[in-house]
């Protein structure tokens, strides 16, 4: 279980990177980002799902991370980007740069958890 949770944290650094970077790249050239940036924000949103999922079932089992601040970085990280569904605006050019600057803040914290967790 553990090394799952290894995994889909790196897959959560990964993932996060290239939808900022993609959603950056569209901002910037005044396009909606398309379908399928949606999909790949939408993938983080999931995955960060999953993270916190899986660190509950090691912490039921007794498995505990060796920093503290491990829980609130990853806690932090889920609530940033799921925050843009109750307050990011209905033009699709802003609801798209508050996306991308959750999806960025997200994976800024999702990676001060792995760099906490032991």
Known sequence: ML???EAVGLAVLAVAALATLWGAWAYSRRRD??????????LV????VAQVGLGLLLLSDDRRAADELHYA???LSLIAVLSPWLYAPEEPRRRLA?????TLLGGALATRAYLTSG
Request: aromatic share 12%.
């Open 3 to 5: 090394g799952a949770h």
């Open 33 to 42: 980002g398309g379908r399928v940036l949606g999909h790949v924000i939408a």
């Open 45 to 48: 949103q999931t995955l960060l």
């Open 73 to 75: 970085y990853g806690t």
């Open 98 to 102: 508050w996306f991308v600057g959750a």
